[in-house]
T-cell receptor, first 115, second 114 residues
């Protein structure tokens, strides 16, 4: 079956512009996660959704970051007024539910470059 | 706070040699432990995980890991490296009754020498 997909695969933008990153999870997966991966760093948790709800947004680095999920499916991560330090690979993962031992299934990521 | 430490940002081994990637965690409660692999320009995929029961866990592609509570370790091994094993490997831990998050190590890039 289809895996997690993300679009665009690459995004180059100018400082100060807004960007939207999209994630299509595996059908039927209720849990959805966003991570940020900077060069040489591990994964930084940003936010998770259970259905359309995001109970914990504390991982978002600043109020320029926001995310939503509609219909329990597609999710969009929006970064407003992008800064150079936002440059990273943004990974989305989905899972069958918020259970500690569940595997997370990852998309290929969106590489964001802020000039 | 929980943390995961992967010793060595880069590990280089010869093809056919033993692979050992180290992972240590800090947790005051029994953890669930994971190893993920990331091939170039791809997302992460699960190699193996420890939840409960047998402490030696076997995963895909001939990898295995052993949970050692006394050493707070979950090192990843493979008896004989293949060129196709070249990738970045991430250790992660999930702790807490209601903690949905994985705490990630910084990753170890495995380099295979011909």
């Amino acid at each position: 079956g289809a895996g997690v997909s993300q679009s665009p695969s690459n995004k180059v933008t100018e400082k100060g512009k807004d960007v939207e990153l999209r994630c299509d999870p595996i059908s039927g997966h209720t849990a959805l996660y966003w991570y940020r991966q900077s060069l040489g760093q591990g994964l930084e948790f940003l936010i998770y959704f259970q259905g359309n709800s995001a109970p914990d947004k504390s991982g978002l680095p600043s109020d320029r970051f926001s995310a939503e999920r509609t219909g329990g499916s597609v999710s969009t991560l929006t970064i407003q007024r992008t800064q150079q330090e936002d440059s990273a690979v943004y990974l989305c993962a989905s899972g069958p539910g918020l259970v500690r031992y569940n595997e997370q299934f990852f998309g290929p990521g969106t590489r964001l470059t802020v000039l | 706070a929980q943390s995961v430490t992967q010793l060595g940002s880069h590990v280089s081994v010869s093809e056919g040699a033993l692979v050992l990637l180290r992972c240590n965690y800090s947790s005051s409660v029994p953890p669930y432990l994971f190893w993920y692999v990331q091939y170039p320009n791809q997302g992460l995929q699960l190699l193996l995980k420890y939840t409960t029961g047998a402490t030696l866990v076997k995963g895909i592609n001939g990898f295995e890991a052993e949970f050692k509570k006394s050493e707070t370790s979950f090192h990843l091994t493979k008896p004989s490296a293949h060129m196709s094993d070249a990738a970045e490997y991430f250790c992660a831990v999930s702790v807490g009754d209601s903690n949905y998050q994985l705490i990630w190590g910084a990753g170890t890039k495995l380099i295979i020498k011909p």
